[in-house]
């Protein structure tokens, strides 16, 4: 059979059939495309062949009807390329869009398909995973087939965000995903900072004489130029360094020289040092990244702590002139060693992206996550409002034991009174910074919630209603994130 006649016996024989024209694809003398019966999506695979062997599902006369399974994501890596993530390298603008309901990729494949900018679909942190319930497989299961459904052959990534142990760096690359973020943040003392001059004395001279002596040869009165700006490192600032980032420098290193350089294929390698308490100085930024060239590890990208607060699914909050200065530098150092900056919760920071566009030319990774999710929930409070009254009520409720695991600086009683509002008004709560961040970082919770017999309080009910809305949460991300490509300069 061809496609075209399988197409049309489904929709004769199945209550409800929807086609993804843009998976069709002829390969090895198969034919697949992508189809949804009802609220379950499949593979249809017609023709002859290893392929048809290979792939698992229901024969049917002339056809199979295959499940979007791991092991059938596996099979579509092996034959169709670009179904495989791939490294995307230093080079241009990347962008990070994390999918936490696995939902997602469509609507962001649809958002840059025409845009000189390369996403990274799959990207979780251990973190998110525990909070959604998800495995690395399913996060690039997910990818993959969205890949497949859209028919994208220009090239995605996939990203092990904010890794601290080694066995999920492991596991990350066992999987195939095309990215490390390594998170430093347990190897960085920033506890330094606040030390007085004596204690930072004492803990420096410490350190083996061998060791002192390499870093203030290195360092110790010398300048390093860059494009516009200059560094230079008086013994205060040398000994504060080594003590702050000595550690993490260290495991940087190890973590390049046992997974990054010896997989068998590319593996763009950032390195995360945004997660601490005080901003990373142009000065500490320039000795980290001139410690690691020096030792031959090379980065791909970059994630400084900027000045202000880059707080969850709102813009940035702070000084914007002095962001600019140093954001100069930053960028400088960058071009300087030649990988890109990276912009850690990126999500919804508006102000700041023309000035990213402006000094890194272009060249950068942004990562955006929760704001999608934020996305999905103002789906909920369209289409089905009561669902959404539940779900702000549990998250007001339960917003103490979510501050765990952010930071943020939500006024909760200055979010307007639910029953105040009528269900027209309810996704205008996804346009105030404090409803946002409410609901933001208590997805979670939300996801995991059941009731006194173990049943799902919200779960069920919120995929069910993103599934019937399905185009209508990809054109919600067309417009939002869309906004965020505009805004950086992407053409």
């Known amino acids: 059979m061809t496609m075209n006649e399988v197409i049309i016996d489904l929709k004769e024989s199945e209550n409800t059939v929807h086609v993804y024209e843009k998976s069709y694809v002829e390969v090895e003398g198969c034919m697949l495309q992508m189809i949804k019966i009802d609220n379950q999506k499949y593979i249809v695979v017609t023709g002859q062949g290893k392929l048809f062997d290979d792939i698992q599902g229901d024969l049917q006369e002339g056809y199979k009807r295959c499940p979007l399974t791991h092991e059938n994501r596996l099979v579509l890596n092996t034959y169709l390329e670009y179904t495989n993530p791939i490294a995307l390298g230093n080079k241009g603008a990347t962008i990070g869009l994390g999918d936490r309901l696995g939902l997602a990729s469509p609507g962001h494949i649809r958002t840059i398909e025409d845009k000189k900018v390369h996403p990274v679909l ?8 525990s909070l959604t319930n998800r495995s690395y497989k399913d996060v690039m299961d997910a990818a993959c087939f969205a890949v497949f459904q859209e028919g994208y052959k220009e090239g995605f990534g996939a990203d092990g965000d904010h890794l601290k142990e080694e066995e999920d760096i492991q596991m990350s690359i066992d999987l195939g995903f095309t990215m490390l973020t390594l998170d430093c943040t347990d190897k960085i003392d920033d506890t330094i900072d606040e030390a007085s001059e004596a204690d930072i004395e004492s803990k420096y001279m410490a350190l083996p004489q061998e060791e002192r002596e390499e870093v203030e040869g290195k360092y110790l009165n010398k300048e390093f130029k860059l494009t516009n700006s200059t560094m230079t490192y008086d ?14 420098i260290e495991f940087m290193k190890h973590v390049y020289d046992k997974y990054i350089q010896p997989a068998k294929r ?10 601490t308490s005080t901003p990373t100085t142009p000065e500490s930024h320039y000795f980290i990244a001139n410690e690691l060239y020096s030792n031959g590890v090379k980065v791909n990208s970059m994630a400084p702590r900027f000045i202000g607060e880059f707080q969850k699914g709102i813009d940035y909050m702070g000084d914007i002139d002095q962001f600019e200065k140093t954001f100069r530098i930053h960028a400088e150092i960058a071009d300087t060693f030649g990988y890109k900056l990276s912009i850690h919760s990126g999500s919804d920071k508006f102000h700041v992206f023309p000035i990213v566009a402006k000094y890194t ?22 289409e089905n409002p009561e669902l959404y009254r539940k779900m702000h009520k549990y998250a007001l409720d339960h917003f103490g034991e979510a501050k765990k695991y952010y930071h943020v600086t939500t006024n909760i009683d200055a979010i307007e009174d639910i029953d105040h509002l009528s269900n027209e008004e309810l996704p205008s709560y996804m346009n105030d910074d404090n409803a946002r961040q409410l609901l933001h970082i208590t997805y979670g919770l939300l996801l995991q919630a059941k009731d006194a017999e173990g049943k799902s309080l919200f779960k069920d009910a919120f995929f069910e209603t993103l599934d019937k809305n399905e185009d209508k949460y990809a054109q919600g991300l067309i417009k939002h994130i869309g906004k965020h490509i505009e805004l950086l300069g992407i053409k």
């Not at 600032?237 to 550690?247: A, D, E, Q, S």
């Open 122 to 129: 799959a990207q979780q942190s251990i973190r998110e995973l």
């Open 235 to 248: 013994r205060l600032k040398v000994m504060k360094y080594v003590l702050i980032y000595g550690n993490a």
């Open 266 to 275: 590319g593996v763009d390698f950032e390195i995360s040092i945004d997660e």
């Open 361 to 382: 030319k272009g060249r950068f990774h942004v990562k955006t996550a929760g704001t999608n999710w934020l996305e999905a929930v103002r789906i909920i409070a369209k």
